[in-house]
């Protein structure tokens, strides 16, 4: 049993859904496998930032325990000889008597051209977010996030900072800039990724609507031909056919509508034969009348032009014979009866008639 054909509509819309599911399955998968391994490399560069970062921190946190600070000014002085390469600045904090505000009391730019987000005096509201600089009072603490402005990347570290009377809390800006070219590429692959994704995409929807459009294109076509071929036999001209070399939906249409006009050209053909052997019996029954009334010139007419219409018809050959045998043109009349034969050699009255006229011609020999 054949499989049932769909039609060009439900082929389309089939085929458009399936390139949509196609291209957003594609799309998903590689956006969560490149997000997967995007943010495996960027939580190990944070990680590997931070454990880098808390290692300076603990380094001039022990220092800091070391020199047992008596003031202030000891913990102040100390920090502007600091010259460290993996520290762009350092900023130093002290408490108010709001535990939710801490006032900046000291900035140590290392490196010249780094500036903080702060202002020496500025005090910080710590009553929204997370609260490093509060936990800095306590033990070192990173935030693990690395931030970036002006081609400087950093993560920011604290740690408490004791002199006999009173604990600060200070800030280093770590230099994280050895990421710099990893994370660098990794935004150059994320853009490369999304531009590659929606060349992709946009190469699939505009192979979508280029289908569908050719397949609308061949469905006018198709239908403009059909009306075309409907108002010639409409017009009595069945001899039109439409082009099979279609889709298969198309082809089936055509084929039957072609059998359609086959069969209507065919009894247009059966009609006019009708009507033509109607017509000739007529003017064939009039000329035996004009030979039975003995009008040979008339009846030889007749008969002359029905032989003309159809050369292989015998009773024109037939009656042509009995007049020139009537005339005594006997070789004329032989000549006509051959041709009667041979359009139907069983007649046995032609035989009989070819037998007598060459009689006629041997005696008169």
Known sequence: MSRPRSSIFKYMISFTVSVILLTAAFTFILLSFQSKKNAYIRDYLNRLSETASIETADKYYSISLMMNFKNYEEIKNYFHTVNDSRLLSVIIFSQTEDENFFKVREIVNIDKAFKTPYSQGKSINLSTGKNYIKNGLYEVTADPRIYKENNFFWQNVFFPVREQNKTYVVQLYCNTSFLENPITAITSEDLYYRKYIFISV??????????????????????????????????????????????????????????????????????????????LDDIFKTGVQMLKENRLDEAESVFNTLSYIKPDGFGSYFNLGVINAKRKKYGVSLEMFEKARQANPDHDLTNSYIMKVKYRISNNG
């Open 202 to 279: 946009s190469i699939f929807l505009v192979v979508t609507v280029l289908i569908s459009l050719l397949y609308m294109h061949n469905l006018t076509l198709f239908i403009n031909s059909l009306a075309h071929v409907v108002k010639k036999a409409a017009r009595g001209e069945p001899g039109f056919k439409l082009n099979t070399a279609a889709d298969d939906d198309f082809k089936e249409l055509a084929y039957s509508f072609n059998n359609l006009m086959s069969e209507m050209k065919e009894k247009d053909r059966k009609i006019n034969e009708l009507s033509e052997k109607d017509y």
